[in-house]
């Protein structure tokens, strides 16, 4: 009997605490019968979406299999261009098919929202607190959250449910309110800019990415360019992104709008830009123990991101399609559902194992600490320029490696010189350490 003051709680077969690409993409994809809420923080679910917005051929395909994605698609990107950290070496790879798109991400977002299926509750400005769990009780999980609204009291609210998803990003909070549950423990800080303007850099702009390897400048990571359409103008998103110890360094990001500028590679046509964020890209790979009897985590939370190149769209969509199948299946009463999820992702173009050739690629990448390691590498992909991006080209759709892209015998003597140049740099990693950190 509910007492006379109480007010009784809503019921929800599941909760999913996120409402960004993996958790609207398990909205979408739980069947009708199941009464579901999803949460999120933000004011409205299209301010500060923390992405680039760049998606290969599979994660378009698996977009357009419920959302118009085409209508959200500005530039179709058949060309990759490589700057090294002089500036003054470049390279261009072309294809003919588009080797990624770019995506008007917000409103993409935006219409995940208005197509949410009639049985999802979305509920915005609403803080995820944590929650507690009465296995006696027909929904035994009690979540609490608190509303971020203006002026709102710091009331707290709460929901029952069945099942609880953490889709709430790298650093999520699901995930720290349950012991059991890994947490993303490395990560990329990255900041990004969008201007109206336009690249000047190349033949093609509007179908070129651009990816600067500014070695000493950016340990870590380095820079991109990316062209857009922002209400129908041209504009540019420009980003930066470093190891997190190095997150202070982000500030740098102006000093590269500066060169950029000076350099005559772009034009701002107004000055202030249009949006800035930054946020943390898990580069960890993904996590072991990302579920147990009552809560699962998708997407960033559950590490599902290229640990190299930092691309989580795939994953967010993958672990939430397989999601919706095995808690399904789960509240269907087959406990062990769950147990296979690595394996089901896997089953999307190998993606288990381009993240183990992620990690890879990450260890090597995190030892390179001199601009003369960076040039040594920068000379050996160039002389593979022709073939770079044909063997390149959504490799994680189609298992393609960058070492076999530059694995060949003519490059031997250009990958020794890279190989001692690293070497060099591992023996002398303290000395270049304490000079970053002076810096
Ligand atoms: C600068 C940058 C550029 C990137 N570019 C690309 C790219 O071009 N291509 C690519 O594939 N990937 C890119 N990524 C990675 C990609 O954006 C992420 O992998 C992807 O957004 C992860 O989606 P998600 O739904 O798991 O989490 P997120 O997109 O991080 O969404 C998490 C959601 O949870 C909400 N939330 C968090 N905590 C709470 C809480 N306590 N209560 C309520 N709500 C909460 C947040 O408001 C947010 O809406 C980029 C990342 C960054 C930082």
Not at 93 to 110: G, R
Not at 266 to 278: D, H, P, R, T
């Amino acid at each position: 009997m509910v007492h006379f003051l109480e007010v009784p709680f809503m019921n929800y077969d599941i909760v999913i605490i996120g409402a960004s690409f993996s958790g609207l993409t398990l909205a979408h994809h739980l069947p009708s019968h199941l009464k579901i809420l999803i949460i999120d923080r933000k004011k409205t679910l299209d301010y500060f979406i923390e992405s680039t917005g760049l998606i290969t051929q599979a994660t378009h395909d698996l977009f357009a299999n419920f959302i118009e994605v085409d209508k959200f698609i500005p530039n179709r990107i058949t060309t990759i261009s490589v700057i090294a950290p002089d500036f003054k070496k470049t390279f261009f790879s072309s294809t003919q098919e588009p080797w990624i798109y770019s995506t008007d991400t917000p409103n993409l977002i935006k219409e995940m929202e208005m197509k949410l299926p009639k049985n999802v509750e979305l509920r915005i400005q609403n803080n995820f607190q944590g929650y507690s769990l009465n296995e006696k009780e027909n929904y035994p999980l009690k979540i609490q959250f608190t509303s971020t609204k203006n002026n709102a009291s710091q009331k707290n609210n709460f929901v029952r449910a069945k099942f609880l998803v953490g889709a709430d990003g790298s650093r999520s909070t699901v995930a720290k309110s349950n012991p059991k549950l890994s947490k993303n423990k490395h990560f990329l800080a990255g900041w990004e800019k969008v201007f109206y303007g336009d690249i000047l850099l190349g033949k093609e702009p509007k179908n070129t990415v651009y990816h600067f390897w500014f070695g000493e400048f950016s340990l870590g990571y380095g820079g991109w360019l990316s062209p857009t359409l922002i209400e129908k103008k041209p504009a540019f998103r420009i980003g930066l992104a470093k190891l997190a110890k190095d997150a202070r360094d982000l500030k740098k990001i102006n000093n590269f709008i500066k060169i950029l500028l000076d350099k005559n590679m772009i034009q701002i046509n107004e000055k202030k830009e249009i949006l800035s964020f930054a946020s943390m890209v898990p580069i960890g790979g993904p996590l072991k123990n990302i579920y147990d009897k009552h809560t699962l985590l998708i997407g960033d939370a559950a590490g599902f991101c290229g640990p190299f190149a930092a691309d989580g769209i795939k994953g967010s969509l993958v672990s939430g399609i397989v999601a919706s199948k095995l808690l399904t299946q789960l509240l269907e009463g087959n406990k062990k559902a769950l147990y296979n999820f690595h394996k089901e992702i896997e089953k999307y173009n190998k993606l288990m194992t381009y993240y183990r050739k992620q990690l890879l690629y990450r260890f090597i990448w995190n030892r390179m600490k001199s601009n003369r390691t960076f040039h040594a590498m920068f000379d050996a992909i160039a002389r593979e320029k022709d073939h770079f991006l044909d063997q390149f080209c959504d490799s994680k759709d189609k298992n393609k490696s960058l070492m076999q892209v530059v694995l060949k015998w003519r490059n031997i003597p250009l990958l020794i010189r890279y190989g001692l140049f690293l070497c060099w740099d591992i023996l002398n990693r303290s000395t270049f350490d304490s000079k970053n950190v002076r810096d």
